[in-house]
């Protein structure tokens, strides 16, 4: 068993920054698979991105690449998304996920057994 706590969410304006944190407590490995998911109103759940102590490479969404960054501290056993050059289209709650690797690269949605309660973020023009 596994809690995540997210925090850092918040309102800013565009081109501004935010710094989520996930505080993970309970059994998560290394090699479990963490990850950043948000959901607007309106729209599906959809991947921000996601790490591995079994890949090497993280993975971004598309939409957030070279503005996010997403990473690991083992010691606190905390997950952080760094977010830069916010903008309006960015503004939706935003979970903390984590669960045992059953594909290859934690890229499935029962990947993520644990979830957090989500954190809004709301970006204005």
């Known amino acids: 068993q596994a809690q995540l706590v997210e925090t850092g969410g918040g309102s800013v304006q565009a081109g501004g920054s935010l710094r989520l944190s996930c505080a993970a407590s309970g059994t998560i490995f290394s090699s479990d698979c963490m990850g950043w998911f948000r959901q607007a109103p309106g729209k599906e759940r959809e991947v921000v991105a996601r790490?591995?102590?079994?890949?090497?490479?993280?993975f971004y969404a598309e939409s957030v690449k070279g503005r996010f960054t997403i990473s690991r501290d083992y010691a606190r056993n905390t997950l952080y998304l760094q977010m830069n050059s916010l903008k309006p289209e960015d503004t939706a709650m935003y979970y903390c996920a984590a669960g045992r690797p059953r594909s290859a690269y934690c890229h499935e949605p029962y990947d993520y057994t644990y979830w957090g309660q989500g954190t809004q973020v709301t970006v204005s023009s």
């Open positions: 790490i591995s102590g079994l890949v090497v490479t993280p």
